[in-house]
Structures are given as C-alpha cells and as structure tokens.
T-cell receptor
Framework: EAGVTQSPTHLIKTRGQQATLRCSPI?????VYWYQQALGLGLQFLLW???????NRGNFPPRFSGRQFPNYSSELNVNALELEDSALYLC???????????????FGEGSRLTVL | KNEVEQSPQNLTAQEGEFITINCSYS?????LHWLQQHPGGGIVSLFM???GKKKHGRLIATINIQEKHSSLHITASHPRDSAVYIC????????????FGQGTRLTINP
C-alpha cells in the first residue's frame, strides 16, 4: 500500500512568486495535515483538512492557504513568497477522526521549498 | 516558555546503551505522539499515547497524564537509531492541533 506522497520533492522560487505543494494521503485517510519546518524553528502546525473542509489552521498569515479535493488529496498554496518561507513542508494523513483522537499520523517525505 | 519541552536537546551515546528522551508539556492534551525524523527530513510516527505505556520492538513510550510528562526509551541502541526524535501533543481545543517539541538529536556511535 502506498504511503503519503508529496510533490514536488524540491521547489525553488523567487520572492513574490506563488508555490503550490501537493499531498496524496494514504487510501482511506480523510484527514490531511500540513506542517512547516523552517530552519531553527522546529515543526509548526499549518493546516488541517478533513472531509474536504478546513478544520483548523495554525498561526500563519492568509498567504498560506490550501484545499482538499473530493479524493482527499490536498494542495498547499503559498502566495507572495518571502525568504522566510523557505522550509520543509510536511504532509500527514490519518484515518477518520473518532471522538477526540486524531488517529495515528502517517507522514510524507516532505517538499523542500527554497525562496531566493 | 514553550508548551512542549523536550530534554535533552542533543544526546550522544555508544551502541548498546539504554536511551531516555523526555517530554514535558504544560497544556491539556488528548494524546501525545513520538515521531522520528531522519536526516532527509522524512518523519515516521513511532507511537501515539493517551495513557500508560506502549512497546514496539526496542522502543518503549510511557506517559503520565497527571504529571504531564512522557518518556521515550530505546533499549540496546544501535547506530541506525540516530535521528531526531520529536514529541508532539494534541491540544484539547475541540479542533485538534498538534504542538511540537523542538526535538532531540540522538547520535549513537558504534
């Protein structure tokens, strides 16, 4: 069974451009999470999608947005790129939420965005 | 003060040693994850705990909800265990959000 897949693996953009990152969850997983790991800052929660809707977002500006498609895959869009957006962007998926549990998380290998 | 604190930040040990990584948190949580991140950046979820103890191979994770503390233990450590280990907690806020510790960089020397 395929794991969580992310594309592209690496992406180089310049300031002011837009970046689009993609994530395909494990089959049957309806929740998709996006995280940012910038140099020296550790992992930070970005967005959570479940059943096609944005359920929660972290403390990031509106330049960071995304969506989840009917097949549960997801896109993360970063507009008006800034140098500090350079980071590893990780996607994770989990089984349908039950009660208060997120369920076990399965992570992709990440997309490394470099903004020049 | 961070909501999730890990210690130590860096740990170097010899192959075969017993390893303990600690995680303390200051907020109410519904679950805690231990994650392993390898140099390429890929992350593997090792455990998800809401109480008690879990064991998988040479890895053991415990959590004490009252003390807001969790530990990850590695028995008979091996160089391939070298990685960054990250503690992440699921905040009880109704809309589940993960808050991460800064990670512990573990190096096991042969």
């Amino acid at each position: 069974e395929a794991g969580v897949t992310q594309s592209p693996t690496h992406l180089i953009k310049t300031r002011g451009q837009q970046a689009t990152l993609r994530c395909s969850p494990i089959s049957g997983h309806t929740s998709v999470y996006w995280y940012q790991q910038a140099l020296g800052l550790g992992l930070q929660f970005l967005l959570w999608y479940d059943e096609g809707e944005e359920r929660n977002r972290g403390n990031f500006p509106p330049r960071f947005s995304g969506r989840q498609f009917p097949n549960y895959s997801s896109e993360l869009n970063v507009n008006a790129l800034e140098l500090e957006d350079s980071a590893l962007y990780l996607c994770a998926s989990s089984l349908p939420r039950e009660g208060k549990n997120t369920g076990e998380l399965f992570f992709g290998e990440g997309s490394r965005l470099t903004v020049l | 003060k961070n909501e999730v604190e890990q210690s130590p930040q860096n740990l170097t040990a010899q192959e075969g040693e017993f390893i303990t990584i600690n995680c303390s948190y200051s907020v109410g949580i519904s679950a805690l994850h231990w994650l392993q991140q390898h140099p390429g950046g890929g992350i593997v979820s090792l455990f998800m705990l809401s109480s008690g103890k879990k064991k998988h191979g040479r890895l053991i994770a415990t959590i004490n909800i009252q003390e807001k503390h969790s530990s990850l233990h590695i028995t008979a450590s091996h160089p391939r265990d070298s990685a960054v280990y990250i503690c992440a907690v699921v905040i009880i806020q109704g809309a589940q959000k993960l808050v991460f510790g800064q990670g512990t960089r573990l190096t096991i020397n042969p």
